[in-house]
């Protein structure tokens, strides 16, 4: 028997026996290949401590997002490469470490230029090659050309009102989601508290703003800039989900496979409960947004189940950092309420309660309902997985911290998982890497918003660097360094290779961009010295 005629016999059974599983089974094969639907949810500024099954011990209730966790694969050490915004999502949708782009800190404003060039390769262009139908919905982040009344008048500052002014909402954006990959997009540019505030569709925005609104209050505030009429501050997060949840129904009675990257503006401030939620958690305004993020992630998964697609989809769900002391994080300390689990620090920082996040996956036919990992990944591994899951091999120049976790989800303790180590980033640009127990931190501080934070007084004082031992110390509480010279040694090299080779995938060195965002002075090696 013809060996192609037997292997598309074998896909075609494979897809029958699947389909006899029930309603909730299409499959689509394409390409002699079985294509699995991808959906992946990134919520904003979520805790470790956030989602129940991660925390036993909070007290928010999130049954939904549980049970993405209980019906599929519970990664306990997953990561960010940032402890931010911005360089995160650059991460994810490029498979590259943020510190390689031109943004060496800090994150963009709603009026940043693009960050990602149209001709580096993304999730949503390598699926896109591969048949996929791809929307973005939610939360840009990544900059987009806004169209100027007069180019020669931007200021380039990202928060001068006379910016938001020589912005023609009339005209359609440049460098956007759509020049990415996206064959649909809508969604605003930058945090929700970020002025402009409006939507853009498939790179053009959807109404001129008439207005300028501003908030003061305590959770729900936002910066005071231009907005239009059909931007409800109240109704984003609900109008994210009610255009994915269509976008499902829709793309599901389709021959296509779909990549739907929802990418929520919650529950980062503005913290804005609807009525129906407000006071539902006992907690305060940050753990009501919680509950109401959970329920539409039920109403999601009642849709992927409903439209006969759940067995052959893939539902990534995890945050972008850890929370924000924007949520007063000692408020719900004093209620009980850890937001980020057992972890130390938060959102900007370099330590682990700052990139330490929930991340679980769904994909009833191929993962065990209820699997735990204790791989360390990293949310810059989704381009590789992706690539390895539609049979795709990348080139040098493509996702260079990028690693295919396709084995873990097959097996929680699959050894084919080949992360030899993982970069962490603050938001003031500090290093630190991971590598199986240890943890060094190149700065003697936070690199954030809390203590030791960077030039407080008497910093000078602490060792130079931090070296932690997580298995022991999971809480970052005892700093070794200088008590391992050895293991030091070896993460002070690893880490220069890192940045010296513009990867840490295997393959030919890549250069790094040079600097076009944060501290004007950033010089990549300076910190490290000349002891290694």
């Known amino acids: 028997m013809n060996s192609r005629f037997l292997s598309y016999l074998i896909l075609v059974i494979m897809a029958g026996s699947l389909s006899s599983c029930g309603a909730t089974s299409k499959t689509k094969v394409k390409k002699g290949k079985i294509m699995p639907n991808i959906i992946y949810v990134l919520a904003d500024d979520l805790g470790y401590g956030d989602i129940a099954i991660y925390n036993p011990d909070g007290k928010i209730k999130t049954p939904n997002l549980d049970a993405i966790a209980k019906q599929g694969m519970r990664f306990t050490d997953a ?62 982040h990544l900059g ?48 929700l508290d970020m002025a402009p505030y409006v939507y853009v569709e498939n790179g053009m925005p959807t109404m001129v703003p008439d207005t300028v609104t501003e908030s003061k209050d305590k959770y729900g505030w936002w910066r005071k800039g231009p907005t239009a009429r059909d931007f409800d501050f109240e109704d984003v997060t609900p109008n994210f989900f009610r255009r994915s949840i269509d976008y499902v129904k829709e793309k599901s009675k389709n021959e ?23 006071g539902k958690s006992n907690l305060n305004p940050y753990g009501d947004f919680m509950m109401l993020i959970d329920a539409y992630m039920g109403q999601l998964a009642d849709a992927i189940k409903e439209s006969g697609i759940e ?16 949520a007063d994080i000692n408020e719900m300390l004093a209620k009980g309420h850890s937001p980020n689990g057992i972890y130390r620090g938060h959102k900007a920082d ?13 994909w009833p036919s191929k993962i065990k309902a209820g699997s735990v990992s204790d791989k360390t990944i990293c949310t810059t591994d989704l381009l590789a997985t ?15 911290d990028s690693f295919s976790i396709l084995p873990v989800l097959y097996d929680s303790n699959s050894e ?38 960077p030039n407080s007084e008497n910093i000078g004082e602490l060792p130079k660097f931090q070296l932690y031992d997580l298995a022991n110390d999971p809480s970052e509480s005892t700093n070794l360094y200088g008590q391992f010279q050895e293991v030091e040694k070896e993460l002070t090299q690893l880490m220069v290779a890192y940045i ?31 002891e290694y």
């Open 311 to 326: 067995n052959n989809t893939i539902v990534i769900f995890t945050s972008d950092n850890g929370c924000s002391p924007a």
């Open 386 to 400: 992706c690539a390895d899951i539609v049979g795709v091999d990348l080139m040098d120049n493509e996702a260079e």
């Open 416 to 453: 084919a998982y080949r992360r030899e180590a993982t970069v962490h980033h603050s938001i003031n640009g500090n290093f630190a890497i991971r590598k199986e127990n240890w943890k060094m931190i190149f700065s003697p501080d936070s690199g954030g918003w809390s203590d030791p934070k």
């Open 144 to 191: 987009w050309d806004w169209a100027l009344k007069d180019p020669k008048a931007i200021s380039g500052e990202g928060w001068n009102p006379n910016d938001f002014e020589n912005i023609n909402f009339s005209k359609a954006v440049k460098n956007s989601p759509k020049d990415l990959g996206f064959t649909y997009s809508y969604g605003h540019s930058g945090s």
């Open 500 to 530: 010296k080779n513009g990867r840490s995938t295997p393959g030919k060195n890549q250069e790094n961009d040079p600097e076009g965002y944060g501290s004007k002075n950033w010089k990549q090696l300076e910190v490290f010295g000349d």
């Open 79 to 140: 990561h960010t490469s940032s402890a931010v915004c911005t360089p995160t999502r650059y991460g994810i949708i490029t498979g590259r470490y943020n510190w390689r782009s031109p943004l060496k800190s800090s994150v963009l404003t709603g009026n940043s230029k693009a960050l990602i060039p149209n001709n580096r390769t993304t999730v949503a262009s390598l699926l896109l090659k591969e048949g996929y139908e791809t929307a973005f919905i939610g939360k840009w």
């Open 350 to 362: 370099i330590f682990e309660g700052g990139h330490r996040v929930p991340f679980m996956v769904k």
């Open 256 to 278: 296509n496979p779909f990549f739907l990257y929802l990418a929520l503006p919650s529950p980062h401030t503005p913290i804005l409960p609807t009525e129906e939620w407000a």
